[in-house]
């Protein structure tokens, strides 16, 4: 079963998770873990069925709102994704088509009838220097944050792998082997700096990859209404906040959309930091098959 469990430095920053079998889970992950990933494995996945999957803060609203209108043939916002993390069972059953769930875990998470085939996953990645300058902004705007820390704290944490959903380098990890091994055509892999240099190729992709059964006209219009600027402005003032959000921000609203901007890094880091950013870096990903876009 899972366990409530808190980390502590020596400067004060803090980190509490559920911890189950040696993982980190966010602390709002449904009861003791254990049953939860349990029904998920034994979920009954549609055919439409689509799971967003990602790193925290690594472009998973913006996908779940890309796929969300090229499943649904509307140019409209659908506010937050329902996470299959955090999420009743019960609920995640009785949604209408087209179903689709985001999901901070990695492919072998996922219900076992997703993971032979049924369905459709899209699996985005970002560089983690923009992930943890992400990261640090989202908590401050959290009245109620499973992490507690400074700038340089954070940045301990991500490199020692002590976050929510545990090292960013296993996560990248756990998805170098399932692009090895898993020989379904139900994945796509999605870069979020080449989603942002290029949207409209990736919309076309994303639509015949879903089966999608749209014209230019449509994808155009699709791809004007997600670019990150349209995103952050129209996404979050239409955006209805569930009980969720309401639980931890005061404002009520979204705290998702920022700059979005390859390399905001830059404006962060200190030169020290970089330079520990980039040991560690080197050495976990010297044997990675994922290359990332830092600038």
Known sequence: MAEMVEERDEAGNMLQTKKYNGEYFVSHFIGNVKDHLAAIEEMEVRDDDTFVMSYPKS??????????????GETTYHGSPTFLD????????????????ATHMTFDRLPKQAREGKGKILAVFRNPKDVVVSLHTFIKKLDHSDIIASWDGLIKFFLTGKMVYGSWFDHIKAWEKT???YKGDNIMYLIYEEMKQDLRSHVEKMASFLGADTGKEFLDQVTEKCTFG????????????????????STKTL???????????????????????????????KDSSFTFQFK
């Open 179 to 181: 692009k090895k091994e």
């Open 255 to 285: 705290p998702i959309y920022r700059k979005g901007q390859i390399g905001d890094w830059l404006n962060h880091f200190t030169v020290a930091q970089n330079e520990y950013f980039d040991k560690v870096y080197e050495e976990k990903m």
């Open 230 to 249: 349209n995103m952050a402005a129209e996404a979050t003032k239409t955006f209805k906040p569930s009980d969720q959000w309401k639980e931890v921000t």
């Open 59 to 72: 472009g998973t609203h913006w996908t779940f709102t890309l796929s969300s209108m090229l499943r649904t």
């Open 86 to 101: 955090f999420n009743e069972m019960e609920m995640l059953k009785n949604m209408p088509s087209p179903r689709i769930f």
